[in-house]
């Protein structure tokens, strides 16, 4: 299992990780057209346009991709794993690895139906900031920060 920093030829397969886990994540609530535009194609143009405004992303490789994830300053953001590759440990590295990559406190945004990146996450140390974002009626976006690290010297 190693991590490499996604360059433009890695980006086909970011965007496959990228697209197969999305999907499989807002299909419960997405309808069928909007999760059917998640393609690999377009979400690679998504990460590319992220790392052109300065986001760092980070692919799990074991030894093929596995899950992907991004930092920004201290933000983490895009934390995805294959489904068929789910609970065997790789979000928990890749959340660690992106907290490693932080600068400052780590802090990430989650929907509030996502119980299971919620267990990951405050399993993990993290904890909610109180700040939330209203999408819907039924979703928000539900802010969590990792405290009390020791900051990189």
Not at 23 to 38: L, M, N, P, Y
Not at 97 to 122: F, H
Not at 136 to 152: H, P, V, W
Request: aromatic residues 10%.
């Amino acid at each position: 299992m190693h991590f490499i920093d996604v360059g433009t030829k890695d980006l086909p397969d970011a965007g496959y990780v990228h697209s197969e886990s999305w999907k499989e994540s807002h299909r419960g609530f997405c309808s069928d057209e909007f999760v059917a535009r998640h393609t690999p194609e377009a979400q690679a143009d998504y990460l590319r346009r992220e790392m052109a405004a300065g986001k760092r992303i980070y692919m799990l490789l074991d030894p093929h991709p596995v899950g992907i994830v991004s930092v920004w300053g201290g933000l983490i953001e895009n934390l995805y794993v294959l489904p068929q590759e789910q609970n065997k440990g790789y979000g928990t590295a890749l959340l660690e690895y992106a907290v490693g990559r932080c600068n400052g406190t780590p802090t990430l945004w989650i929907l509030n139906i996502n119980q299971g990146a919620y267990r990951l996450y405050t399993r993990q140390g993290f904890h909610e900031t109180g700040n939330q974002k209203q999408l819907s009626t039924r979703l928000r976006e539900i802010e969590l920060a990792l405290y009390g690290r020791k900051q990189e010297e």
